[in-house]
């Protein structure tokens, strides 16, 4: 992916079509993304001292991507390229959509139908069918994923080990930060085998 340029609180990219041979390896490009990102956050919450409005409400920031397949111009504008044509003036329209409305999805990544046809999603599970009416195009065909899902599906989980596979282990008390005053401890246990 090459980042055209940032337009506000979104990041505008692009690749051209041979940069995936696989549908696959996109898909797993934007959930490692999402992930990476939420983990990132996770980490800011549970680090944060401070009491700004920002601050308090990091927990509350999320991704959306609008993935599109079709043609466009490149046009050099100083240190970054200006794509143009319908096709770019469709995802920037699709960045206005009903998905959290109608879906209740608040991460998401949205594919309309070309992308879908393109990156060979037909056999891909998980993406929802949905219809944005989008102006001087009209009804457009698009497929979402909940990246929340991807997000919990890579939780870890839990491993319970035979008392005799334990070679040692080993327990603490941590004082951990709170936004709020005041120490709460974690209790952690590690072992291994």
């Given at each position: 992916?090459?980042?055209?340029?940032?337009?506000?609180?979104?990041?505008?990219?692009?690749?051209?079509?041979?940069?995936?041979?696989?549908?696959?390896?996109?898909?797993?490009?934007?959930?490692?993304?999402?992930?990476?990102?939420?983990?990132?956050?996770?980490?800011m919450?549970?680090?944060n001292?401070?009491?700004?409005?920002?601050?308090?409400?990091?927990?509350?920031?999320?991704?959306?991507?609008?993935?599109?397949?079709g043609?466009?111009?490149?046009?050099?504008?100083?240190?970054?390229?200006e794509?143009?044509?319908p096709?770019?003036?469709?995802?920037?329209?699709?960045?206005?959509?009903?998905?959290?409305?109608?879906?209740?999805?608040?991460?998401?990544?949205?594919?309309?139908?070309?992308?879908?046809?393109?990156?060979?999603?037909?056999?891909?599970?998980?993406?929802?069918?949905?219809?944005?009416?989008?102006?001087?195009?009209?009804?457009?065909?698009?497929?979402?994923?909940?990246?929340?899902?991807?997000?919990?599906?890579?939780?870890?989980?839990?491993?319970?080990?035979d008392?005799?596979?334990?070679?040692?282990?080993?327990?603490?008390?941590?004082p951990?930060?709170?936004?709020?005053?005041?120490?709460?401890?974690?209790?952690?246990?590690i072992g291994?085998?």
């Open positions: 992916m090459r980042i055209s340029k940032l337009e506000g609180d979104a990041v505008f990219s692009y690749a051209f079509e041979n940069a995936f041979t696989d549908g696959r390896t996109f898909l797993d490009l934007i959930e490692s993304t999402y992930v990476a990102f939420r983990r990132a956050i996770d980490s919450v549970l680090n001292t401070c009491q700004c409005n920002a601050c308090a409400n990091v927990s509350s920031l999320d991704l959306k991507f609008v993935i599109h397949f043609s466009f111009v490149v046009q050099k504008v100083g240190t970054y390229d794509l143009l044509g096709d770019v003036n469709l995802v920037h329209r699709l960045l206005k959509n009903t998905v959290v409305e109608q879906l209740g999805m608040l991460a998401y990544c949205l594919y309309t139908e070309p992308a879908y046809q393109r990156l060979g999603f037909e056999a891909v599970t998980g993406l929802v069918p949905h219809d944005e009416d989008v102006a001087d195009f009209g009804v457009v065909r698009t497929h979402v994923q909940d990246l929340a899902e991807a997000y919990h599906s890579g939780d870890v989980e839990e491993i319970t080990l008392p005799s596979d334990v070679w040692f282990s080993v327990e603490a008390d941590l951990m930060p709170r936004p709020s005053s005041g120490i709460t401890w974690l209790r952690r246990c291994t085998s």
